[in-house]
Structures are given as C-alpha cells and as structure tokens.
C-alpha cells in the first residue's frame, strides 16, 4: 500500500513540476515578445513639436502585392501584359490622357503630404544616405546616353526618389503604379498614392500616430541591447488624422507576426499595408486611432 502511495506521489511531483515548468516557460516567452516604443518616442518627440505621441512603429511597415478587391483583375492584368511593359499600354490601363501633365498631378499629393517643397537642396537633405538606383551599362560601342533634361522641381522630385534620369518620369511612375496598383487606389495623384511611392523607396519606414497626424518615418529597426542606438528619424511624409476617413484592420493569417491595415482617406484613395508586428505592437496601434472610424479584428 505504501509502495503505491508513493509510486502516486511521485507521479503527481512529476505532473505538478512539469505544469510548473510549462508555466514559467510560457511567462518567459511572454516577457520576450512584450514591447514599449518609448525608446522610439524620445527619437521622435524632438521632430513633432506639439504633437502628443500615441503610436511609434517597431517595425518597417511595407505594402503587400495583392489586395482582395484586385485579385481577379491583377490576375487577367498579368495576363495581357506579362510579356512587356510598355508605357503606352500602362497609360491606356491607368487612363492616363497626358503624360506630361500626369507627371504635376503626382507631385501635387506628394508636395502636400511630404511637407517639402521638391526643391533641390530639401530633396537632397531627405534623400541623403538612400544609394542611387543602379543603372544598366550602356552596350559596348553605344553612344554615351545623355540625362533627359527636367525642370528644377520635376529634378528634385526624381531625386527624391532616386527615379532614372535617363528615362521619362512618366514611364517610371506608370510602371510603379502598375506594378502596386492592388494594394492601392490605382491612382498616385492621391494621397494614398503619395504614401506608396515613400513606401516603394524607403525601407525602415514606420508609421506614427499623433493626437494630430498620421506621419511616416525614415528610421530603421531598434539596434540590439548592446549596441549604442544611433538613429536619427526624418519625417517621409504626413497628413493630418482629419483626412484620414476609416482604418479597417484585421488579423493576418499568422495573426502575431502579420497586422495587415487598409487606411482610406477622404479624396477615396486607399492603401494596404501589412506591419510585421507582436500583439503588443498591434494594441498600441488599435488605441492609437481608436477614435477613427473602421473595422477592427476581433479577439
């Protein structure tokens, strides 16, 4: 009889120390992946005089390739054009009557909500440290290629955004629009599609929400623990929370590690947006626009 009373209590120490192990096991991962961004806020705080912080991103927000409300047409898009992309063809597809015109109409959206007026020396300050697209080589014993020449704003603009200068910005803008017109409105001479081309060239650009503003900085990720943190954030681009019309939010199919968002302004143009992020990323995001219109994920 003894002889099974303690063949039980060993078996229930056992039980009870491995709940206890799977316990603290489970506290250790969530301590690991719970975050603060107050060492990104006292980045911040110095570029938004006035502002009070609700949300700093920890991670790069990026756009996705695909949205649900395109799927079929980029699939038949695909189609019809993966052989080429010519210019024309692109303009037909996005109803671009006038190139050249388009080309104002995109640095419109882009000079309101960049804060900058696309002069050379501002887009050089915000453009320094971005490498310069790479080139192709001329072929051998081809004539030198000559920089198409642009007037001062539409220079800057193409710096800005380290677009070819040996192309038409017409033609690179039309393919970028091509290329993400479904996770977007379909239009760059909106303010969802002023967002995409910053999206589209910088990398390390998280999203902060104001009491005032949406903005989009150019910071890069946190440096491990033992690294001194020497980043130096510039605002990309902002707008302010009133033009904002609804953000609809949903879990991603790996729910923790994917927080995909789709922000509609009020000229109704939309983006999507995917932030790789922890849940406790994704809460301090929700409470940030809480009193935004939208759909939110559920629990």
């Known amino acids: 009889m003894s002889d099974g009373r303690s063949r039980l209590s060993r078996l229930t120490e056992a039980v009870l120390g491995g709940a206890r192990a799977a316990r603290d096991k489970a506290r250790e991962l969530r301590d690991e992946f719970r975050t603060t961004d107050e060492p990104e806020r006292t980045l911040v705080a110095p570029l938004l005089p006035g502002e009070e912080i609700r949300y700093v991103g920890l991670a790069p927000v990026r756009a996705p390739e695909n949205h649900r409300a395109g799927s079929q047409l980029a699939d038949r898009v695909n189609t019809e054009l993966a052989e080429a992309l010519d210019p024309r063809a692109l303009f037909g597809l996005l109803n671009v009557v006038n190139p050249v015109a388009w080309v104002d109409a995109v640095m419109t959206p882009v000079r309101i909500a960049a804060g900058v007026l696309l ?49 038409p910005l017409a033609d690179q803008l039309a393919e970028i629009a091509y290329r993400r017109r479904y996770v977007f409105s379909g239009d760059l001479a909106t303010l969802a599609g002023s967002l995409l081309l910053f999206l589209e060239r910088y990398t390390g650009t998280p999203l902060v929400v104001t009491d005032t503003h949406l903005h989009l900085l150019r910071m890069g990720r946190r440096p491990d623990p033992d690294r001194e943190d020497r980043r130096r954030p510039q605002v990309l681009w902002s707008v302010q929370r009133r033009r904002i019309a609804r953000i609809d939010s949903e879990h991603g199919a790996a729910r923790v590690v994917q927080f995909p968002s789709t922000i509609v302004f009020d000229d109704g143009s939309w983006i999507r947006i995917v932030n790789p992020a922890t849940r406790d990323d994704q809460s301090r995001f929700l409470a940030a626009v809480r009193e935004l219109p939208g759909r939110r994920p559920t629990t």
Request: proline share 18%.
């Open 119 to 167: 002069l050379p020396g501002k887009a050089a300050v915000l453009a320094a440290g971005t490498p310069e697209a790479a080139e192709p080589e001329p072929a051998p014993g081809a004539a030198p290629r000559e920089p198409l020449p642009l007037p001062a704003e539409q220079e800057a603009f193409r710096a800005l955004f380290r677009l070819s200068r040996y192309r």
